[in-house]
């Protein structure tokens, strides 16, 4: 099975999945202090909604577009974002908390792809996930909340971030599987 990218870095699919990627975090970050209390435990902010795309995202491109393409979208992704929060002006504690997190998860995601790369898609998917997903909700919480929330809180809110980023991830995946699948056809 051949895993290289089908088409540049420059086609249309790559740019289009990179301008998705930067907006989804873009979104995330723009709605990340407001919170949803889940009915049993765990407090969901709203930017994990859009943020759970990325993670399905940075899978696409690096399958569209190979790792450059991959290395271009987090930099946009963060250039962007960072020039949104100067704009908007976003607390800096949040434009720290996301770059850090963005850059550390989505570097160890990308790793643990590469090194799976000629594994079957889900297998890439779900083991890099595995390991971004928690290390970004943790990563992002400590740094953005710790001391203006309570323990109990970021507990809660690490805990709905991880579930809901798993599920939306799955869901956004297939979905884009069954997309690409209908193009091939």
């Keep these: 099975m051949n895993h290289s990218p ?3 870095l420059l086609a249309p699919l790559p740019l ?17 202090n407001t919170f949803i209390p889940l009915p049993v435990f765990g407090l969901l902010s709203v930017g994990t909604i859009f943020f759970a795309a990325v993670f399905t995202l940075r899978d696409r491109i690096h399958r569209a577009g190979g790792l450059n393409a991959v290395y271009l979208a987090i ?4 250039l962007v974002n960072t020039a949104f929060a100067l704009v908007t002006d ?3 504690r949040f434009i720290g908390a996301s770059f850090l997190a963005i850059l550390v998860s989505e570097l160890a995601d990308t790793a643990v792809y590469q090194r799976l790369i000629r594994r079957r898609w889900w297998t890439r998917v779900l083991a890099s996930n595995a390991l971004s997903v928690p290390l970004d909700s943790i990563l992002f919480t400590l740094l953005a909340f ?6 109990n809180e970021i507990t809660q809110i690490i805990f709905a ?8 991830a799955a869901l956004f995946a297939i979905r884009l599987r069954h997309a690409a699948r209908s193009i091939a056809a």
């Design 90 to 92: 976003t607390s800096w």
């Design 146 to 151: 710790w001391g203006d929330k309570s323990s």
């Design 75 to 78: 930099g946009t992704a963060l």
């Design 161 to 168: 971030d991880i579930v809901a980023k798993f599920l939306i």
């Design 6 to 8: 089908a088409r540049g």
């Design 16 to 32: 289009l999945l990179i301008a998705l990627y930067a907006l989804s975090i873009l979104l995330a970050n723009f709605t990340l």
